[in-house]
């Protein structure tokens, strides 16, 4: 089984396709970062307008490596979906399309098995992504940037954390975005076993990432308590929880976090819908009539 694991894994990073979600994710950090290098006094300025009747905020000191980090963030996990439907979603259609997948069908080893196999390969892929994008977000814009403590603006307000108790925050964030797009991994793989080309299971994950996350920005009472908290992308923003702390007597109380329980909840949630559309995939692969 750890053969095929390789061989798998082998297949997915010998496809040039699949280096075009480094590219674009190099791309988009690089113009973020030179954008804000050079203009991201005036943005920060702008961003904290609303607060500085509360306390004054030196643009010098906001614009750092951390805080870059933290906006790069915001605008890019949402995408990184598409990135990896891209993969995910030609697990076993493109097996299909190209005439190998009775062949490997054939194999000793249950059907089963061998989704969790193309499931395990997929997911190796997501977080190799995922390392990709702290390193150029994270590490390259410490090296522009430097460091300095964080505000995390909420509503009104903002959060501000000291340089030493933000790294670990990073590690947590990148971990439960790991959770995250494990389960669009697990969508986008379960939309591959009932199509025989790669796409039609990419292109039904985009656009149901597109609906849920038009849905989670409306503003609509109607939504906010019937569909809102039971949208996987709704739990995708879940990291964002790592940033908000708790304060006492105006003092940020270091190493806190302000819902620890609503991170845990949205992480179980993400699991469950990984466990469901994994199992909607198992039960159709076993069902799949392969003719090619």
Same mark, same amino acid.
């Given at each position: 089984?750890?053969?095929?694991?390789?061989?798998?894994? #082998?297949?997915?990073?010998?496809?040039?396709?699949? #280096?075009?979600?480094?590219?674009?994710?190099?791309?988009?950090?690089?113009?973020?970062?030179?954008?804000?290098?050079?203009?991201? /006094?005036?943005? %920060?300025?702008?961003?904290?307008?609303?607060?500085?009747?509360?306390?004054? %905020?030196?643009? &010098?000191?906001?614009?750092?490596? #951390?805080?870059? @980090?933290?906006?790069?963030?915001?605008?890019?996990?949402?995408?990184?979906?598409?990135?990896?439907?891209? %993969?995910?979603? &030609?697990?076993?259609?493109?097996?299909?399309?190209?005439?190998?997948?009775?062949?490997?069908?054939?194999?000793?080893?249950?059907?089963?098995?061998?989704?969790?196999?193309?499931?395990?390969?997929?997911?190796?892929?997501?977080?190799?992504?995922?390392? $990709?994008?702290?390193?150029?977000?994270?590490?390259?814009?410490?090296?522009?940037?430097?460091?300095?403590?964080?505000?995390? +603006?909420?509503?009104?307000?903002?959060?501000?954390?000291? +340089?030493?108790?933000?790294?670990?925050?990073?590690?947590?964030?990148?971990?439960?975005?790991?959770?995250?797009?494990?389960?669009?991994?697990?969508?986008?793989?379960?939309?591959?076993?009932?199509?025989?080309?790669?796409?039609? *299971?990419? %292109?039904?994950?985009? @656009?149901?990432?597109? =609906?849920?996350?038009?849905?989670?920005?409306?503003?609509?009472?109607?939504?906010?308590?019937?569909? /809102? *908290? #039971?949208?996987?992308?709704?739990?995708?923003?879940?990291?964002?929880?790592?940033?908000?702390?708790?304060?006492? &007597?105006?003092?940020?109380?270091?190493?806190?976090?302000?819902?620890?329980?609503?991170?845990?909840?949205?992480?179980?949630?993400?699991?469950?819908?990984?466990?469901?559309?994994?199992?909607?995939?198992? $039960?159709?692969?076993?069902?799949?009539? =392969?003719?090619?």
């Amino acid at each position: 089984m750890m053969r095929l694991l390789q061989i798998e894994t #082998y297949k997915i990073f010998k496809r040039q396709r699949t #280096y075009i979600a480094f590219v674009v994710i190099a791309a988009i950090i690089f113009l973020i970062q030179v954008g804000l290098r050079f203009g991201g /006094k005036e943005y %920060v300025s702008m961003l904290m307008s609303a607060m500085n009747e509360t306390f004054e %905020v030196n643009p &010098d000191e906001m614009l750092n490596g #951390y805080f870059v @980090c933290f906006f790069i963030l915001n605008l890019l996990l949402v995408h990184v979906p598409i990135l990896v439907a891209l %993969v995910a979603g &030609d697990m076993i259609s493109g097996e299909s399309n190209m005439g190998t997948l009775r062949l490997l069908a054939s194999k000793p080893i249950s059907r089963t098995k061998l989704l969790m196999v193309k499931f395990t390969a997929s997911v190796f892929y997501t977080l190799v992504l995922l390392i $990709w994008v702290a390193i150029l977000s994270l590490l390259v814009s410490i090296l522009i940037f430097g460091t300095n403590s964080i505000y995390v +603006p909420k509503e009104l307000e903002a959060n501000i954390i000291m +340089p030493s108790d933000i790294l670990w925050r990073y590690f947590a964030a990148f971990g439960f975005a790991a959770i995250a797009m494990t389960t669009i991994a697990s969508m986008s793989l379960m939309f591959s076993v009932f199509a025989d080309n790669s796409i039609g *299971p990419i %292109v039904a994950t985009v @656009c149901i990432v597109i =609906i849920f996350t038009i849905l989670m920005q409306m503003e609509i009472p109607f939504y906010d308590e019937t569909i /809102k *908290p #039971y949208l996987f992308t709704t739990h995708m923003l879940g990291w964002k929880g790592f940033f908000y702390v708790k304060a006492h &007597d105006g003092e940020t109380i270091l190493g806190s976090v302000s819902n620890i329980r609503a991170i845990i909840k949205s992480a179980a949630i993400l699991v469950i819908y990984t466990g469901i559309f994994l199992t909607m995939a198992a $039960w159709a692969f076993r069902k799949k009539n =392969i003719l090619s």
